[in-house]
């Protein structure tokens, strides 16, 4: 963990938080690859498995500047407002590029996989058969992801909490995308759509003194969600990194090996040639939320034509993830080498 950090540094890593903030609301790309490649990986699940008994008692006992060191602050506090920056300002670009321009942004983040593959996996020794066996789980598991048929949605407050810790593992565990997974069990558009505009619009009446939204039952219902999907998003994302720092450290290189595994079987997902599935209901029409837009079922995959001018500009999309990925790691290594 650094202990001190130049303004510049600083600065990289908001832009990283900006990075992982982005990556995380893209459904199929992991914002813990971002955390895994640009080399913060480590440091952040060590931060996050600070949250325990001792900063508990730190924090009851007013101790705040030793509470703010033990729980590594600035480093959390710079790396979440990038991304909590990111959901308003550079996750609405990547929304209109993936609108008007969508295989271009797969490709791309097709490359910046590719480039996460080729980064972790240039030093790494396979030196025995289990290595290569927890390798192959892991691409096993991330294509078995891939291509799993979604859930119905679910409301339930229990289940919308075991949402929550899932949905985190985007930013805990390279190549699961915490937003693909919310996809897979049907609750996608319940908790990172309809559930946030029920927020907004609450904050809205509010800001005005407009308290009728109380009697509004489906609204209350929509707060009780995120309510009950946020802090399974709180309590998965202590309990994980406590998990992932004991197993980085008593089982690193199995841990590696079933990253790099799982990684390569993420390329599935974000595979660039695909055509959307829209859920429809009884009468075959298409379902949509309460921003007016269809509801993403599934993705159908398929080979792209080497005829068409744009499959080749795609490539070019690719070429430029590899590079934006070996140019964040050419950076980490310059940093630390200072």
Known sequence: MQSTRTFSDKVFLFLKGLAMGAANKVPGVSGGVVAFVAG???????????FNLKSLKLL???????????????????????????????SKLLDYFIKHYELYVWSTFFGMIVGSIYYIGKDFRIRSLRTIVFIVLGIL???SISFLKPA?????????????????????????????????LGNYVLLLVDSVNALYDTIADLVKFDFSFTENTKRMRLLQVLSSFTAGSLFGLITLSH???????????????????????????????????????EAGD????????PVLDNYSRFWPDLAETSTWIAFTFIILGILIVLSLAWYDRQSKSR
Not at 286 to 293: A, M, P, W
């Open 60 to 90: 009851l006992n007013a101790r705040f500047v030793s509470f703010f060191q033990y729980i590594n602050a600035k480093f959390l506090f710079i790396l979440i407002l990038g991304m909590i920056f990111s959901y308003f300002s550079v």
């Open 40 to 50: 913060f990986y480590e440091e952040f699940i060590y931060s996050l498995q600070k």
């Open 141 to 143: 598991a991330g294509l």
């Open 152 to 184: 119905t949605e679910n409301d339930h407050l229990l289940f919308v909490f075991f949402c929550g810790i899932i949905s985190v593992s985007g930013m805990t565990l390279p190549g699961l995308s915490g937003s693909f997974i919310l996809i897979l």
């Open 286 to 293: 298409i379902i949509k939320d309460t921003s007016g837009d």
């Open 243 to 281: 998990l992932l720092n004991f197993v980085l450290k008593n089982y690193r290189k199995i841990t590696f090996s079933i990253i790099i595994g799982f990684i390569t079987g993420s390329l599935g997902v974000v595979w660039p040639w695909k055509e959307k599935i829209f859920k429809t209901n």
